[in-house]
């Protein structure tokens, strides 16, 4: 059974501060998804990962995946209050027989405060 | 413009009746998804059907079913056998075939509230 782990589930944090968010998944996958939800809405694609050592970008937002260690991150620079919403990472459980679904970890609620 | 639409928005309903979320796509999608989110949680995966008059349960089927007979409609009925309705739902389609990334792109969503 696949499992995805991220953490913190919680981070509450300055403006202007880095942080990374982390998610850790038990099963080989080449494929992972990063997705943000604001409160009461559904979720909006930030970033598709599809090899080992890619890394995608987008204004203050940075993702990148290694296969290997089964490890994706997400890091924020600089942070602004916009950027608060909970972050969901997702691995694809593509089996070679077409799209199965994805798999999700419990979201990261980031809170930035000014 | 292409996009998922889910209705409606908001439903609430009497505990032992069925009910059937709509879920209609343009992006001529093969694949389709419903998921579930309960608060503070992530999401966890229902149906999915990857062609037309085809489908396969999720991790939590019990207490739903679903239809898929047009390539843009994927319905999901919450039946009296659900324990636990109240929750979020979302809709969800993908390509199927091909390289590359079978990315979700997510309807808004139906918030359903059983009493």
């Known amino acids: 059974e696949l499992k995805v782990e991220q953490n913190p589930l919680f981070l509450s944090m300055q403006e202007g501060k880095n942080y990374t968010i982390y998610c850790n998944y038990s099963?080989?996958?080449?494929?992972l998804y990063w997705y943000r939800q604001d409160p009461g809405k559904s979720l909006e694609s930030l970033f598709v990962?599809?090899?080992?050592?890619a890394v995608k970008q987008e204004g203050r937002l940075m993702a990148s995946l290694d296969t290997k260690a089964r490890l994706s991150t997400l890091h924020i620079t600089a942070a602004v209050h916009d950027l608060s919403a909970t972050y969901f990472c997702?691995?694809?459980?593509?089996?070679?027989?077409?799209?199965?679904?994805?798999?999700f970890g419990k979201g990261t609620h980031l809170i930035i405060q000014p | 413009d292409g996009g998922i639409t889910q209705s409606p928005k908001y439903l609430f309903r009497k505990e032992g009746q069925n009910v059937t979320l709509s879920c209609e796509q343009n992006?001529?999608?093969?694949?389709m998804y419903w998921y579930r989110q309960d608060p503070g949680q992530g999401l966890r995966l229902i149906y999915y059907?990857?062609?037309?008059?085809?489908?396969q349960k999720g991790d939590i089927a019990e207490g739903y079913s679903v239809s898929r007979e047009k390539k843009e409609s994927f319905p999901l009925t919450v039946t009296s056998a659900q324990k636990n309705p109240t929750a979020f739902y979302l809709c969800?389609?993908?390509?199927?075939?091909?390289?590359?990334?079978?990315?979700?792109?997510f309807g808004p969503g139906t918030r359903l509230t059983v009493t």
């Open positions: 969800a389609s993908s390509k199927n075939r091909g390289r590359g990334s079978y990315e979700q792109y």
């Open positions: 099963t080989t996958s080449d494929r």
């Open positions: 990962l599809l090899s080992n050592g």
């Open positions: 997702a691995v694809d459980m593509y089996s070679g027989g077409g799209a199965d679904g994805l798999t």
């Open positions: 992006l001529n999608h093969d694949a």
């Open positions: 059907s990857q062609i037309v008059n085809d489908f």
